[in-house]
């Protein structure tokens, strides 16, 4: 799965004309269809999606491109899981985060062992992401934990993003701090610029 901080149709727009590139062989990408359908929860109900397939011609390789706001093999948004790692630095447990979240307990325990096996790398991910954005920023304050450096990284990556291109982000950020790092719990981080 490949992210994407595009709406559908700027992606088809951007599909059409070959200027998105395959992350395995920068060749460009064309359109291939739709994946399987499937509901994404949110904060505010559930969400359909039918991500949209991309072929690269150069190396044969199909691409399924998700939206930033979905999470990559997850059935809840970026904005719901972002919660739940906020609430975990800051000291909840998965039990208190999922009533908090109205999830079952399981689902956000899982989340966060996720989180934590992928610490290093999330952090290592949107510290690179951080000093692309912005070669003079400072040192990063520990948060006390592997998962809380990496969501510190991930924010500050984003802080970043916004200020120099203006973007405006909804969900607290992590649409985008989804899209920085590749997919959050899941997937690869997107190749250098």
Known sequence: ??????????????????????????????????????????????????PRRAL???????????????????RDSAEVIG??????????????????LDRAPGTVRGWLRAARRRAGELRACASRQLVALDVQVGAVTPAGSELGDAVEAMMLAVRAFRLRFGAVDQAGGW???????GGLLHGRPPPPS
Request: glycine share 6%; with cysteine; proline share 5%.
């Open 1 to 50: 799965m490949l992210q994407i901080a595009l709406n559908a149709p700027q992606l088809e727009v951007v599909l059409a004309a070959g200027e998105l590139a395959c992350p395995d062989c920068s060749g460009p990408l064309s359109r291939w269809g739709f994946a399987r359908s499937r509901e994404i929860r949110t904060r505010d109900g559930v969400r359909s999606l039918r």
């Open 56 to 74: 690269c011609a150069e190396c044969d390789t199909t691409h399924v491109l998700c939206p930033a706001w979905s999470v990559p093999r997850r």
């Open 83 to 100: 919660e739940a790692l906020r609430l975990a630095v800051d000291g909840d447990g998965h039990r208190r985060i999922a009533r908090q």
């Open 175 to 181: 649409e985008r701090a989804v899209w920085l790092t």
